[in-house]
């Protein structure tokens, strides 16, 4: 429902910057279905990857599927891992770096034996 208001309204385009596409579809849901908060800003990007690209091959596109997975899927893929992985997995680490299982053995231990 929101992709076909999307896709009729012309909001993802090729030329268009992601910020100001992702602004637009998010206000397209806050009009359709009084959604303000938690969007998901990668909506966009995944609407080109899947949409755009394989729509532009099936129109003739002057480039081909190997072209399409070497210089666009691929690296997306990668950059979306490594970039979660690295922020993602920093984050976390840095939150609990000081927390390991022993201690919550020890007490653990220390609670059964009251």
Do not use: C, Q
């Amino acid at each position: 429902m929101l992709l076909d208001e999307v896709i009729a309204r012309g909001l993802i385009a090729s030329w268009a910057i992601e910020s100001a596409v992702s602004d637009a579809v998010r206000d397209l849901a806050d009009e359709m279905f009084g959604t303000r908060r938690f969007w998901p800003k990668r909506i966009v990007r995944a609407g080109v990857n899947m949409f755009l690209f394989p729509s532009g091959l099936l129109l003739g596109g002057d480039f081909t599927l190997l072209d399409y997975l070497i210089w666009n899927e691929i690296p997306t893929v990668l950059g979306d891992m490594v970039g979660g992985l690295v922020f993602t997995g920093l984050a976390l680490h840095l939150a609990h770096r000081h927390t390991s299982g022993a201690p919550v053995l020890a007490r653990e231990a220390e609670l059964e034996t009251r």
